[in-house]
């Protein structure tokens, strides 16, 4: 780097507040920010080591292409415990299992969106991890078929500012079901400042969505696809200013879902390999041979950690530029 010229228009890279670095370092590919930075200097490997990369984290369409359930469990565990605390969004697809959902509650309390489609997550655990989780406003249980009423009534109870909700489902994750409508009744009951809300394909009347819109009545966008048995003429006579999409509404969402699900891969070398990044004086050390990982094609390209802007509408989760940790 050199010693900083005496100009007032010069100054060390190395004195830039890491915040500042943080928000340089999100317009480098994260191959370059995990393997590259760390070795630049003490300083920068302490800023990628830290949560000033990790304050919202989107790896939904990485794990979408995972075999193994233990691939994303490992990569949730390291980069919310990288976020000390400070992460304000996580979208991940399939989570695994209850303890994983255990974990973000106890190191994500800051969280604004959990995004967790596809997830195995069950009721119960919901209810325990709720609490933990009451500064969440935006929230997506897509397709989480192992959780229903007791979930959602959870998460509105725990959830006071929450204001988006996304529970669009499968066809097929509704084989087995006749309705929805005691989820409707949840999402009535105890979700009353709701602004934005998606429940796609799911198995519900006119009736329930009646319920839903005469108790949330901040409600300005209601997606309805699929949902054959709603009377959308109906809804838009008695409620003319919300926007409603469907239900009869062509789309390509069972297509592109099982697209999604076919590239699934057995071959063991699309597993991260972490062990080469090992935490010492507070940053990280690489080894010589790290490149190999990358020679592949198999490295990070497909994980995508994303910063304020993206995602679900600002407007409804309030997000802001979080104060340095």
């Known amino acids: 780097m050199g010693e900083c010229e005496d100009a007032e228009e010069y ?3 190395e004195e830039l507040l890491p ?3 943080g ?6 590919p994260l191959q370059e920010v995990l393997t590259v930075l760390p070795r630049v200097c003490k300083s920068w490997g ?31 565990e390291l980069l919310v415990g990288r976020s000390g605390g400070s992460c304000r969004r996580i979208s991940v697809s399939g989570l695994p299992c209850d303890p994983l959902l255990s974990f973000i509650g106890d190191h994500a309390r800051a969280l604004r969106a959990l995004e967790i489609p596809r997830s195995e997550i069950s ?55 006749e309705c929805q409508h005691d989820e409707a009744h949840a999402i009535a009951c105890s979700m009353p400042k709701l602004r934005h809300l998606e429940m796609g394909y799911m198995l519900i009347t006119t009736e329930a969505v009646a319920e839903i819109l005469g ?65 010492a004086d507070g940053y990280y050390t690489v080894g010589s041979d790290d490149e190999a990982i990358w020679d592949d094609g198999q490295g990070l390209e497909n994980l995508e950690v994303r910063f304020y802007g993206g995602g679900f509408s600002e407007s409804f989760a309030g997000f802001d530029w979080p104060p340095s940790p």
Not at 23 to 28: A, K, Q, S, V
Not at 235 to 241: Q, T, Y
């Open 215 to 279: 108790q949330c009545r901040e409600l300005k966008f209601l997606d309805l696809r699929g949902c054959w048995a709603v009377d959308d003429k109906f809804l838009r006579e008695r409620h003319p200013g919300l926007r409603v999409l469907g239900p009869r509404v062509e789309d390509c969402y069972e297509n592109s879902y099982w697209e999604e699900c076919s590239d699934y891969s057995d071959d063991d070398s699309s597993i991260y390999s972490w062990e080469f990044m090992d935490d």
């Open 11 to 13: 100054r060390c890279w």
């Open 23 to 28: 928000l340089i370092f999100r317009n480098l």
């Open 123 to 177: 009721d119960s655990i919901v209810e325990t991890v709720a609490p933990r989780l009451s500064n969440v406003t935006f929230l997506d249980i897509s397709s989480c078929t192992k959780i229903g009423a007791r979930a959602l009534e959870a998460f509105g109870k725990h959830c006071k500012s929450l204001v988006g909700l996304r529970r669009v489902m499968h066809p097929i994750d509704l084989v087995d079901k």
């Open 19 to 21: 915040d500042a670095l």
């Open 46 to 76: 302490r800023v990628v080591a830290g949560p000033y990369c990790w304050q919202e984290i989107d790896i939904e369409e990485w794990s979408q292409q995972q075999s193994k359930p233990e691939q994303i469990g490992r990569m949730v």
